[in-house]
């Protein structure tokens, strides 16, 4: 249920985000199931986080638990599901939190004003409307209890290595500096990834 620790936790949220929506909703619900199972928010690289989706709720989850894209401590894999992996290095307690579907299902109306401002169809009411059904459903969601909300499983999991700091090379195309792990050799010279694909025509990004 939604504490006064949990409406402050999603103010937090709501600064760093730039607006109310249920996706940074399940985003603090699931950080603080994160911080009252495995410890505080990671100042370094205590406790890491792997997302399975990069949507409003990873900005929750990086500005309350403190795994961070920029530290190296949050990982995602690119899967499109809403599952969120938590592990505290120091006790290897590990946890998975997936979200139930019917829990954050938006209705039909709510569905299809969005599909209209993604369209840029929706008139200036249509838009209003959209963000009270959207503050609506970011507010139920911090009220669902939690069993209804996400199934939290403790689960064994190998740490992640430690973020590691690495040297930088000069692309020899456009001179900008590349980290040693991303250069691509071609003749036997360093490239940045961009410039490689520019001369190959390939794709070495997946
Ligand atoms: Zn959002
Ligand atoms: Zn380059």
């Known amino acids: ?16 985000h730039g607006h109310q929506c249920p996706g940074l909703a399940i985003g603090t619900r699931v950080s603080e199931i994160a911080l009252r199972e495995l410890g505080k928010p990671a100042k370094d690289e205590e ?8 949507s409003c709720g990873v900005d929750a989850i990086q500005v309350l638990t403190g795994c961070t894209f920029g530290k190296g401590n949050l990982i995602f894999n690119d899967f499109g599901k809403s599952v969120y992996t938590f592990m505290n290095r ?14 954050v299902q938006m209705n039909n109306e709510h569905l299809d ?3 209209r401002i993604k369209d840029k169809t929706a ?17 139920e969601i911090m009220d669902l209890p939690e069993k209804d909300l996400m199934i939290i499983k403790e689960i064994d999991l190998k740490p992640l ?17 590349v980290m040693e792990t991303r250069v691509m050799l071609l003749g036997g010279a360093y490239h940045c990834i961009p410039c490689f694909e520019k001369l190959t025509e390939t794709s070495v990004r997946k």
């Open 113 to 115: 004003l969005f599909a």
């Open 161 to 177: 290595p430690m973020a590691r700091i690495h040297e930088s090379m000069e692309c020899t195309i456009c001179g900008e500096s």
């Open 123 to 139: 008139t200036e009411a249509e838009i209003d409307i959209f963000s009270q059904m959207h503050i609506k459903k970011s507010n």
């Open 1 to 16: 249920m939604c504490s006064t620790n949990t409406g402050s936790m999603l103010e937090t949220a709501i600064r760093f």
């Open 90 to 103: 120091k006790n290897q307690k590990a946890l998975r939190i997936s979200i139930r579907k019917d829990a």
């Open 47 to 54: 406790m890491f986080a792997i997302v399975e989706n990069n």
